[in-house]
């Protein structure tokens, strides 16, 4: 925000211009200088800077009189004038940095200005005319590839590069020049055509438009023929002496899908992101032949290095050997020569002096002492030898490995205030584990003094500023403290028992706070005793320079968010003793603020009032932390928009108690319709295809409507769906909770009632959580289900054929209301929100619903339900997953168990694996095998219960970063599920749960679809299981 009064040290040094300056002013060509003001939207056009000409001090200063606004606005005149009130105010002087100040400010505000002013007795008067800035509001990419698999797969994938790669995004402004708008779009051009050509299309066509799409937008049209692909060619290699050449040119061709030895798979195309992979791949082999100081560079140039008539890229690849460097170890009994070379530090850095050879020594050093070898020393020396034929230089480390010490005592000495336990758990070294699966063990010196350095801050966190922590280490205890026996022990080379670690400590004097002021400075609101109640330090505390700066904090927050945005809290300590401190808060509360006009842009769909009700910014009220960060929170939280920056006008200038506010969105749903088709195939479910079509943002109000249509070998249904969201309801019923109603159709061939068909309704409503802190994810619930299912029952079950045998239509409704209570903490390895690829935290979902004939239902009962999920980062690549579900049924009005369709079944590809769907309780009917009678036959059927428990754990671990399947993430598992079904708990034993173990030999996530392939065996079979266990596969693919 410029503060046009805040200039007046410039406006003497720019009079003179500003006399030359009284004509027209443009419409923002000139450069403006900086100023404080809220940054531009992304991509906005910053004019070439224009030569100011020498000031003449001894012109006049000019006032704005007055300033008139004419042009086409968005909002009403005096929205418009609350901004610039702020940018131009009345009765301040006016410069040419005035003036450039003004045309910046507007293109934040969304216009075009063009600023002239007129000489009205000793002051000036200004006019702003204003246009509104044509934005992006969609982009339209084409892409025309090579191929049918192209077309099919990999344009979607294209696509998204394509969108990232260009400058102009949704929502950000298209310069108002024609010949300005050609370049800027000719710039994408070629953005275009480089990215194209670094992936190996050299002949890719582009082009880019901008064509009219509403008032004030414009869609970006891409257009791109990508050719046909080039390969890697011709490859010459010079300087290479102790590599052969026909090696390195192997390096530089790839091939994808292959199956060696049975298909060698396709060649890839050039792309120049493996081309420097492969330079690396050639460094690394040069140093693990002794080259640690090679150097591998390529001649490749996009514009000159393809070949067009072989379509092929040919090029250079140049390599300057260095000196040759040969490593020796010597003594190195206990660790292998690989795992030595593996810590040598030569080749990260490309150095081979005397330097780097003894950081390679160190970290030998360092790595044996992990290994257990404490007390190894590593010596080095080096050799050059000049051949007639070579010159090489011959490095040997010289190795005294030492006893293997393990960890056998740590103890801590000196300290009074802090127990063992709370040190123990402070350091990172571990005494030797009696288990296997336990950790630790073995202690290096580097370790040592950082567990002594935790040991220190973790006193001086408690107040011990003067706390002194030091360590012994010995190889006996009777020689703890004992320096020149230890000494004389080594040298002797006397058995050792181990390492005896002692931590001494000396922790000084607690420092305490003596007293805590509040000076002000200035008018204040709050006394020292109010504040005092919101600061952890009080007389009488453990002082830490922390706490005292966290308190400052604290005070500065609260002043925000009650409505004092401009408050100042200096923090600053005294010494009175050797171990008294007083804390003094100097506080400068500054003026209160409150909101003023909000202004939104890039809005071309979503309607005004709906981010408005979601902003919950009225004017006139208090400018407050917690305001700003809950409108922040509800328009992420919305799903509307993809992005949104909030611009706060004023809140920089510190002397403003209006805040008027620029919202900048971007859309996430411009258009009325989308669909998406499918395909895939599963064990439980067959072939299917399945088509949605969605509306997810009706009339601008971000209603959402969707069908989905499902048609399978197993089953076919037909579902509907409309969201009311939160805000709609907010507008017309002020209760901010939102409303699902959907329905379906449904027709299933099922292992326990055959072709079951049913339809139904569900009306919810339900309420989320916004806080944004640790209960962050909330979802409270209520709900009514209604359900018909129509099924044919047989009359008399028989183990062998049925098809003669007479059946009746059963028909069951269901109509029950119940609560449901949801938390969902699933996280990202960053910690952000990804419920979709979860890496860490947990799920839990609570249900109840409650059936009656008078909620339109035949039956009466309860159903209780508990599901929970929990997932955990074990390193980079292993992910351990525990999942618990838990249903319990209560049948009612003298019922004994629930109605056959409303029991709980389990087995199968999403229960139990191993065990055939939904089988996991089985029913046996038995019958004579007619017609000789005396020998029974079979028939297995499943069964259902009254309550259901299931539980998977299972430890995935990503094999493959990027697989020969178009370079994908490939993982594989280990799963062993347990479940249970049953009409009681009553005399519930462990022996009747079942379990099944499996791996998942190959899971597979593409841009448009997964694969999963697993094999799972029953632990526990019983009759209609098969003991050698089942195939579970899964496949889907997705199509837009």
């Known amino acids: 925000m410029i503060r046009a009064h805040a200039v007046a040290a410039a406006i003497v040094l720019s009079v003179a211009a500003d006399a030359r300056a009284q004509s027209a002013a443009g419409d923002g060509s000139d450069a403006p200088k900086p100023a404080k003001a809220p940054a531009q939207p992304p991509g906005a056009q910053n004019p070439a800077p224009v030569a100011t000409p020498l000031p003449d001090v001894r012109a006049p200063l000019r006032t704005l009189v007055r300033y008139e606004v004419t042009g086409r606005l968005l909002e009403a005149e005096s929205v418009v004038r609350a901004f610039l009130d702020q940018v131009m105010p009345v009765g301040n002087a006016w410069t040419s940095d005035s003036r450039r100040a003004v045309v910046e400010f507007c293109a934040t505000l969304g216009y075009h200005a063009s600023v002239t002013e007129r000489t009205d007795g000793s002051g000036v008067v200004v006019t702003v005319a204003l246009a509104p800035v044509t934005r992006v509001r969609r982009i339209a990419i084409h892409v025309n590839g090579p191929g049918v698999l192209h077309t099919l797969v990999q344009d979607k994938v294209f696509e998204r590069d394509v969108r990232r790669r260009l400058r102009l995004q949704v929502g950000q402004p298209l310069p108002r020049d024609p010949d300005e708008r050609r370049r800027r779009l000719a710039e994408e051009v070629q953005r275009l055509r480089d990215y194209l050509a670094d992936i190996g299309f050299f002949e890719a066509k582009v082009r880019v438009s901008a064509v009219a799409d509403g008032p004030d937008a414009a869609k970006l049209v891409v257009h791109v023929d990508t050719g046909p692909p080039y390969y890697v060619g011709r490859i010459r290699v010079v300087g290479n002496v102790d590599v052969d050449a026909s090696e390195i040119k192997r390096m530089f061709h790839h091939t994808r899908f292959a199956l060696w030895p049975i298909w060698r798979g396709w060649e890839r195309r050039f792309d120049r992101a493996q081309l420097k992979r492969d330079i690396d791949r050639v460094a690394d082999l040069y140093q693990r032949r002794g080259f640690p100081g090679v150097r591998v560079r390529t001649d490749f140039d996009r514009n000159t290095s393809f070949n067009r008539a072989r379509r092929e890229v040919d090029f250079t690849v140049i390599i300057r050997e260095r000196r040759r460097i040969e490593v020796y170890f010597e003594g190195n009994d206990a660790i292998s020569e690989s795992r030595l ?140 403290g004992r320096a020149p026996a230890l000494a004389a022990a080594i040298l002797a080379d006397l058995p050792a028992e181990g390492l005896f670690v002692r931590f001494i400590v000396r922790e000084g004097k607690l420092h305490r706070v003596e007293d805590v002021r509040f ?16 600061v952890s330090l009080r007389p009488g505390s453990a002082f830490t320079p922390d706490a005292a700066a966290a308190d400052g904090e604290t005070l500065r927050r609260w002043y925000f968010r009650n409505g004092f945005p401009y408050a100042k809290v200096d923090t600053r300590t005294q010494r009175t003793g050797p171990d008294r401190v007083v804390v003094v808060h100097t506080i400068a509360e500054g003026i209160s603020a409150r909101f003023g006009k909000v202004v939104v842009r890039g809005n071309f769909k979503t309607r005004d009032w709906v981010l408005r009700e979601e902003l919950d910014l009225p004017e006139g009220a208090k400018f407050t932390l917690g305001r700003a960060e809950s409108a922040q929170r509800n328009l992420r939280t919305s799903g509307l928009f993809s992005n949104v920056r909030f611009d706060y006008v004023g809140l920089d200038d510190g002397n403003l108690d209006t805040i008027n506010v ?116 909330w979802f409270v619930g209520l709900r009514y289900n209604f359900r018909q299912r129509n099924r044919e029952e047989e009359l008399v079950r028989v183990a062998g054929p049925n098809d003669d045998i007479e059946k009746t239509r059963v028909r069951t409704r269901t109509g029950a209301v119940g609560p449901q209570f949801v938390l969902d903490r699933r996280t990202d390895a960053q910690g952000r929100r990804n419920p979709l690829a979860p890496e860490r935290g947990w799920r839990i979902e609570l249900s109840a619903l409650f059936a009656d004939e008078a909620l339109g239902g035949d039956d009466r009962f309860v159903k ?134 499996g791996v998942a030999f190959w899971r597979l996530v593409t841009p448009v679809g997964s694969f999963s392939f697993e094999w799972a065996v029953p632990l526990d079979p019983q009759v209609g299981d098969n003991p050698r266990g089942r195939l579970h596969l899964n496949l889907g693919f997705v199509f837009k």
């Open 341 to 480: 070379r593996d810590q040598l530090t030569l080749d990260d850095e490309g150095a081979y002096d005397d330097f780097e050879i003894q950081r390679s020594a160190e970290a030998i050093e360092r790595f044996y002492q992990s290994e257990g070898y404490f007390e190894a020393t590593v010596l080095w020396e080096r050799a050059s030898f000049r051949m007639p034929d070579q010159t090489f230089d011959r490095i040997v480390f010289t190795i005294t490995e030492g006893p293997k010490l393990k960890v056998k005592q740590i103890e801590f000495v000196g300290n009074h205030a802090l127990s063992d336990a709370t040190l123990r758990d402070a350091i990172k070294t571990r005494e030797f584990p009696r288990f296997v699966l336990a950790s630790g063990g073995y202690a290096t010196s580097v370790q040592l003094e950082q567990d002594a350095q935790r040991i220190r801050a973790l006193y001086q966190s408690r107040g011990y500023a003067d706390v002194e922590v030091d360590y012994d280490v010995t190889r006996a205890q009777s020689l703890v």
């Open 519 to 534: 000076v002000f400075s200035g008018a204040h609101t709050q006394t020292a005793a109010e504040l005092q109640q919101r």
């Open 662 to 777: 620029v919202l900048n969105v971007q859309e996430r749903y411009d258009y009325w319709l989308d669909y998406t088709l499918g395909a895939g195939a599963s064990t439980d479910e067959g072939v299917f295809a399945e088509a949605t079509a969605r509306a997810p943002n009706m009339w601008g109000a971000g209603v959402r409507f969707e069908v989905t249509g499902l048609a399978g070998s197993q089953r076919q249904r037909l579902d509907s769906k409309l969201l009311l969201p939160r805000w709609v309801q907010r507008h017309w019923l002020g209760l901010g909770f939102r409303t699902e109603i959907a329905g379906f159709l449904a027709n299933e061939l099922t292992p326990r009632f055959g072709n079951l068909t049913s339809f139904g309704a569900t009306v919810g409503a339900a309420l989320e959580g916004q806080s944004g802190g640790e209960w962050d994810g």
């Open 864 to 997: 209780l339900g508990f599901k929970g999920l929990h997932y955990w980062k074990l390193g980079r690549r292993f992910l351990l997953t525990n999942g618990l579900r838990y249903d319990h049924g209560i049948p009612l009005g003298g019922a004994v168990v629930l109605p056959e369709v409303e029991r709980f079944f389990a087995g199968g590809d999403t229960t139990v694996r191993g065990f055939e769907e939904d089988r996991l309780l089985t029913e046996i009917v038995e019958t004579p095998l007619p017609p000789i009678g005396g020998v029974p036959q079979f028939r297995v059927l499943p069964a259902g219960g009254n309550i259901r428990l299931i539980h998977n754990v299972e430890l995935q671990v990503q094999v493959w970063d990027h697989s020969f399947i178009g370079g994908l993430p490939w993982a594989s598992a280990l799963f062993l599920d347990t479940g249970l079904v049953t009409n009681s708990l009553e005399d519930f034993q462990l022996r009747q749960l079942r379990h099944s173990i």
